[in-house]
C-alpha cells in the first residue's frame, strides 16, 4: 500500500517537475508502437536461411544440400541434422548469425538433412523410416558426394536423438564425429511427459485426425511450457528496445520468422516419438528397437561425442541429457554445459562467441582424414532440380 | 562529478512495476502449465479437439465427393502412391550402386573417361567376339 501511495505522490509530483520530459515521452509513444508493429507485421519478410546451397539428394520431402565453399580444409565432412518439427534454417538464421555460415568460414565442408514439409500423404514415415532410411541414406550421400568415407554428424534436439540412434544402429558405420545439441534422452522430469506421457494422452488419435499432427498445434504446445514469456514478455521487451533504440530489426524477424514456421509432425513419427520417449522413456532404458533392432547407446565407442547441454533449457532439460555421459562407450567423450535455452544456445546472440569456436574447434581436432579417401562422385544431375521444383515451404 | 545516480522517473518507476508483475505472472503460469489438472485438461482437449477435426474432415470429404471433385483424401491416395513409388525407386537406386561397387565401375562416369566403359556395354561386345563374360562377386 505504502509503495503504491508512493508511486501515486512520484507520478504527481514527477508529473508537475517534468513535464516536459513526459511530454517528450508521450509523444514518442505513438511512433514507437508504429514502429514496433512494423516489425511484427513484416516478420514474413525477413530473409533466413541464405547461404547459397546445392541439391545433392531427395527422397520424398527429405533434401540433403551441400553449402557452397571455396575454402574446405578439413577431410571430414559435417553433416546437420535437426529436429522434425521445426524447419533447419536455425542452423543458417541469417547472414552474421549463421552456425553454416561459420563452419564454412572454419574450412569445413558442411552438408544439411532438410525433413522437408511433410503433408498427409506421408503418415508413415515414422522414426524407424526417418532414422533407417533417411538418415543413413543422406549420410551415404554424404560420403558419396564429398568423398571422404567418415562423416561428423551434428544433431540438434530431436534431430540429436536420431542421430544417436542412428550411430548406435550403424556403430561401425561412416559416423566418426557426433555431435549432440541439447538432446532429449531421460525424459522422466520434463514438462512435457507430464503432459503427453499420461494415459489421457491418446497420441494415436490425436495423430490419425489430420493423419499427422499441424505445425501450428505444436507450435501452441511449445509457447504454452512458457505462456507469459511467449505471448507477452518477448513483445514487450521489443517495445522497450524499440523506445530504447536498440532493438535489432534484422535479427527479431529471423528469429521470429523460424519460430512460427513449424511444419507438420508425419503421423507415425508422433506416435513413434510420444510413445518411445514419452510414456515409456525407452532410449535412456536400452529397450528401444527400431525395426526388430536394438537401439543400445552403448554400442557407440568408436565414435568421438561432444555432448551439449544448456543450463536454461525448459524443452530438453540439461537434467535429462546428461545420462548419455554414462551410456555411450567411447572414450573421446566431451561435456560443453553453457547457459542459453534450448534454442538460444546455438541460435542466440552470443552463441558466435560462446559455443560455435568451441563446436568448431572439436570438430577441426577431429576431422584429420584417417582412412584412404574414396573419389568424390560427380553430381547427379537426376536429383537436381530447378528452383520451383525444390521443396521449399515458400513456393509450396 | 559526485557520483549520485540520477532519481528515477515516475514513468521508469511504473515500468519496473510492470516488469515485477509480469515476471510474476510468468512464474505463477508456469506452476500453473506444469499442474496436474492442466496437463489433464490439455491431454483431453486436444484429444477431443482432433477427434471433432476428424469428424469434420471426413464431413467435408464426403461433402466434396457428392459433387464428383476430388476430395482431400483422394489427394492424399495419389500421393501416398508417389510417395510409395519413389521409395521403390530410392531402393532400386540403392541395389544399383551396390551392383556397381561391386563391379568396381563408377556409376555416374565423367564424360570425358573413355575407360569408364559400362559393363553391359563391355557384356555385349564380348559376347559379340564370342567371349565369356562373369561379373565379379
Redesign the interface.
Given at each position: 500500500m505504502s509503495t503504491l501511495t508512493g508511486?501515486v505522490g512520484?507520478?504527481v509530483?514527477?508529473?508537475a517537475t517534468?513535464a516536459v520530459?513526459?511530454a517528450k515521452?508521450a509523444a514518442r509513444l505513438p511512433l514507437d508502437v508504429a514502429r514496433t508493429a512494423d516489425i511484427l507485421l513484416t516478420t514474413d519478410r525477413a530473409v533466413i536461411g541464405a547461404t547459397p546451397r546445392d541439391v545433392v539428394w531427395t527422397?520424398?520431402k527429405t533434401t540433403l544440400y551441400r553449402y557452397r565453399s571455396t575454402q574446405r580444409r578439413h577431410a571430414v565432412p559435417v553433416l546437420l541434422v535437426f529436429a522434425l518439427i521445426n524447419r533447419p534454417e536455425i542452423f543458417d538464421l541469417r547472414p552474421g548469425s549463421s552456425f553454416v555460415e561459420f563452419l564454412l568460414a572454419e574450412g569445413f565442408d558442411v552438408f544439411l538433412v532438410d525433413w522437408g514439409v511433410p503433408?498427409?500423404?506421408?503418415?508413415?514415415m515414422g522414426v524407424a523410416e526417418y532414422v533407417c532410411?533417411e538418415l543413413h541414406?543422406a549420410v551415404r550421400e554424404t560420403v558419396r558426394a564429398s568423398g571422404s568415407p567418415e562423416v561428423s554428424v551434428v544433431g540438434w534436439c530431436i534431430g540429436a536423438a536420431l542421430s544417436a540412434m542412428y550411430t548406435a544402429l550403424h556403430p561401425d558405420g561412416a559416423v566418426r564425429n557426433l555431435v549432440l545439441l541439447t538432446m532429449p534422452l531421460d525424459t522422466s522430469g520434463s514438462?512435457y511427459r507430464?503432459?503427453?506421457g499420461?494415459p489421457?494422452?491418446?497420441a494415436d488419435?490425436?495423430?490419425?485426425?489430420?493423419?499427422g499432427v499441424p505445425g501450428p498445434?505444436v507450435d501452441t504446445a511449445n509457447k504454452?511450457?512458457?505462456?507469459?514469456?511467449n505471448y507477452?514478455?518477448t513483445k514487450?521487451r521489443l517495445f522497450?528496445q524499440v523506445r530504447q533504440g536498440t532493438a535489432n530489426k534484422v535479427a527479431y524477424q529471423a528469429m521470429a520468422k523460424w519460430v512460427a514456421d513449424n511444419p507438420r509432425f508425419p503421423q507415425a513419427a508422433f506416435r513413434d516419438w510420444i510413445r518411445l520417449m514419452y510414456k515409456e522413456n525407452r532410449l535412456v532404458d536400452g529397450t528401444l528397437t527400431l525395426r526388430g533392432r536394438q537401439v543400445d547407446l552403448g554400442a557407440i565407442r568408436r565414435q568421438a561425442v561432444l555432448v551439449v547441454t544448456a543450463a536454461g533449457d525448459h524443452i530438453a532439460p540439461r537434467a535429462g541429457t546428461l545420462p548419455v555421459l554414462s551410456m555411450v562407450s567411447t572414450e573421446d567423450l566431451t561435456h560443453f554445459d553453457r547457459p542459453g535455452g534450448h534454442i538460444g544456445l546455438m541460435a542466440g546472440s552470443k552463441a558466435k562467441g560462446l559455443i560455435w569456436p568451441d563446436i568448431a574447434g572439436w570438430l577441426a581436432e577431429r576431422s584429420r582424414p584417417a582412412r584412404t579417401p574414396r573419389?568424390a562422385?560427380?553430381a547427379?544431375t537426376r536429383t537436381a532440380r530447378t528452383p520451383d521444383q525444390t521443396p521449399d515451404r515458400r513456393t509450396p | 562529478m559526485s557520483g549520485t545516480p540520477a532519481a528515477p522517473?515516475?514513468?521508469t518507476?511504473?515500468?519496473a512495476?510492470y516488469e515485477k508483475a509480469?515476471a510474476r505472472?510468468?512464474a505463477l503460469?508456469?506452476q500453473a502449465?506444469?499442474s496436474?489438472v492442466f496437463?489433464?485438461l490439455?491431454?483431453?482437449t486436444?484429444?477431443n479437439a482432433?477427434?471433432v477435426?476428424?469428424l469434420a474432415?471426413a464431413v467435408v470429404d464426403r461433402g466434396v465427393r457428392l459433387t464428383r471433385v476430388a476430395a482431400?483424401a483422394d489427394v492424399?491416395?495419389l500421393?501416398?502412391q508417389?510417395?510409395r513409388t519413389?521409395?521403390k525407386l530410392?531402393r532400386l537406386l540403392?541395389e544399383v550402386h551396390e551392383l556397381s561397387e561391386r563391379l568396381a565401375v563408377?556409376?555416374?562416369p565423367?564424360d570425358d573417361a573413355p575407360s569408364a566403359r559400362p559393363a553391359r556395354a563391355a557384356r555385349s561386345a564380348a559376347a559379340r567376339n564370342g567371349a565369356t563374360v562373369r561379373s565379379p562377386r
Open positions: 508511486l512520484g507520478l509530483g514527477g508529473l517534468d520530459s513526459l515521452g527422397h520424398r503433408g498427409e500423404e506421408d503418415a508413415d532410411d541414406w514438462l507430464q503432459w503427453v499420461r489421457s494422452f491418446d488419435r490425436v495423430a490419425t485426425a489430420h493423419e498445434m504454452l511450457m512458457k505462456p507469459v514469456t507477452l514478455t514487450r522497450g573419389a562422385r560427380p547427379r | 522517473t515516475p514513468l518507476q511504473l515500468f512495476l509480469e505472472a510468468a503460469a508456469e502449465v506444469g496436474n496437463a489433464e490439455l491431454a483431453t486436444a484429444t482432433m477427434a477435426a476428424g474432415n482431400r492424399t491416395g500421393a501416398r508417389l510417395a519413389e521409395d530410392e540403392q563408377p556409376d555416374f565423367p
